[in-house]
């Protein structure tokens, strides 16, 4: 009987811990889109570069950190003012494998120069995340 009742007691507390683990790893999933979209805003190209997982790779096969790099360069270069407005951004773990998730949303980039929007642009995105080193990085990212 007092075998039964450990063994239901070391089930229960598993089966927490894992709920605990998914919530806390979900939090971190959460933060870390916040922050990839912080640093975006924030035109640090470092903090952006650093958030990308050493594979990383975006819509065609050359894309990659230097494509990465280069493309956030000339964006911050041309714009003073950078604002990315997130709309039904879903971010899931993988029920599978929970070291990798994907986000999904629409997001609409505005650039300016001072306070009027000089460009706007409106894409459909979808960001895969790998759970790596403890952190998520962004391992491939696709827009429409």
């Not at 070391?10 to 916040?34: E, H, M, P, R, Y």
């Not at 879903?90 to 980039?109: C, F, M, P, T, W």
């Amino acid at each position: 009987m007092k075998k039964r009742k450990f063994f239901l007691c070391s089930l229960i507390l598993v089966f927490l811990a894992i709920g605990c683990s998914q919530s806390n790893q979900q939090a971190a999933l959460d933060k870390a889109a916040d922050d990839l979209q912080a640093a975006l805003e924030a035109k640090d190209t470092n903090r952006v570069l650093d958030m990308l997982h050493e594979n990383f790779s975006a819509q065609a096969a050359d894309n990659d950190k230097e494509w990465a790099r280069r493309t956030m360069t000339g964006l911050f270069l041309r714009y003073k003012n950078i604002k990315i407005v997130a709309l039904n951004v879903r971010n899931e773990i993988d029920e599978k494998l929970s070291v990798q998730a994907i986000s999904r949303g629409e997001v609409a980039l505005v650039g300016a120069d001072g306070l009027i929007p000089d460009n706007a642009s409106h894409y459909r995105v979808e960001v895969e995340w790998r759970y790596d080193g403890g952190q998520w990085k962004v391992i491939h990212i696709k827009w429409q």
